[in-house]
């Protein structure tokens, strides 16, 4: 069991969750993934339809964490600088001052992150991967920890840019919300019909309590078989004949990652199989590009992941007290 002062990472983050789930209804596996990001300090990119929750879910997150919390709204001509911040020119002093943009935050809510043009989007590379900006030459850390939740609708509809490859390989997890049922429907009506609950969300984490959790995850066994499962199902993308590129080795530490901040919040100290079948979806699918003729043929890169996860063997418990599971 992975500690966190005197409380376990599960405990903690328990009530966490239970906290966004006042306001994001029926979404509790959604909410779980958005915490494996945050205990692995990835970012995530939520896609799916308008008017479904994505911003909602950011907010409520990032109240629940305590942590300084920004938002960037993306249009089409929003510029680099509106993000990373821009030297302005001080008539008192007679100097130039660094005025910091909105991505100097602890959680950033990057919205509708594909209705910037590729130009912006590309501003915000350096801040996910290095967590600095870079300003006429001189270099400018972000604040710890730091976050990066980016909202976008699907490419297919009208006024979006597709994000590049470089920047979708920032994002530790891509996941979907989708439509809630019609019982979760009734519930929302009577939890919205008089007040936004999200005005209730209160801060359960303090930033350097958040950074504990960080360090406990990063303390969760994996037994060398487990390890090189992971290793083994990031080579079958690359190796896959439908793939034109698999996934690159920060997927791979992604994926590593995410496996043990997954077995912390379900009170484990241990990594099993079963994490890394889990996970492997949203950790690699973005990551994993087909080739052209085979992308016509209709072979989409989750067809490819399937595959992959259906073919590489899975590691057995071997044991009695072993850290594997059995093959599921």
Do not use: W
Request: glycine share 6%; aromatic share 4%; hydrophobic share 40%.
């Amino acid at each position: 069991m992975s500690k966190a002062g005197t409380e376990s990472v599960s405990d903690i983050a328990g009530r966490v969750r239970e906290n966004v789930e006042r306001v994001i209804v029926g979404k509790g596996s959604v909410v779980e993934l958005v915490l494996v990001a945050v205990l692995c300090e990835g970012h995530v990119l939520i896609e799916d339809v308008p008017g479904i929750g994505k911003t909602m879910l950011a907010r409520s997150v990032a109240r629940s964490l305590g942590c300084s919390f920004r938002r960037i709204q993306c249009t089409p001509d929003l510029l680099p600088s509106d993000v990373t911040g821009t030297y302005v020119y001080n008539q008192k002093t007679g100097d130039f001052e660094f005025r910091q943009g909105p991505v100097f935050a602890q959680v950033v809510l990057v919205d509708e992150i594909n209705r910037a043009t590729p130009r912006t989007q590309s501003a915000l590379l350096e801040a996910m991967e290095e967590r600095q900006v870079t300003a006429e030459g001189e270099s400018k850390p972000l604040p710890r920890p730091f976050l990066v939740l980016a909202t976008q609708n699907p490419i297919e509809m009208e006024g979006t840019f597709p994000l590049p490859e470089a920047q979708l390989d920032r994002f530790l997890l891509r996941i979907r919300i989708g439509y809630p049922t019609a019982q979760e429907d009734e519930v929302i009506l009577e939890r919205f019909a008089e007040r936004n609950p999200i005005e209730d969300v209160a801060a359960l984490v303090s930033a350097e309590q958040l950074l504990e959790l960080q360090r406990a995850c990063r303390g969760v066994r994996v037994h060398p078989d487990v390890r090189q499962y992971v290793i083994k199902l990031v080579h079958a993308t690359r190796e896959h004949p439908q793939a034109e590129l698999g996934a690159s080795p920060r997927a791979m530490l992604g994926l590593f990652h995410a496996c043990q901040a997954l077995a912390a919040l379900r009170d484990r100290s241990y990594v099993i199989p079963d994490d890394v079948k889990y996970l492997a979806p949203f950790v690699l699918e973005h990551r994993v590009i087909p080739k052209a003729q085979s992308h016509l043929r209709g072979h989409r890169a989750g067809d490819i992941l399937r595959e992959v996860i259906e073919t590489v063997p899975v590691p057995v418990e071997e044991e009695a007290g072993s850290p594997l599971s059995p093959k599921g």
